[in-house]
């Protein structure tokens, strides 16, 4: 299984949404980067900086996890 983070490939938009780190719109036809799973896209960003920012956040939050353990 690929690290989360490590698996982002470009998806061309279907429809209108918004990108679930910075908020901006994404509109129909646009390339962004999504992250699947079994088929299910699991998390939409519009640039790489995004994908790099939730990468960052995810891996903090995991570090503080088992930190305080």
């Known amino acids: 299984m690929a690290l989360i983070g490590n698996d982002f490939v470009k ?15 994404m509109p129909k036809g646009s390339v962004v980067l999504v992250s699947m799973r079994k088929g299910k896209v699991m998390k939409k960003v519009c640039s790489e900086d995004c994908r790099l920012e939730f990468d960052a956040r995810f891996w903090d939050q995991v570090a503080m996890d088992r930190r305080y353990k």
Do not use: A, D
Not at 11 to 25: A, D, F, N, V
């Open 11 to 25: 998806w061309t938009q279907m429809c209108k949404s918004y990108c679930s780190e910075c908020g901006r719109l």
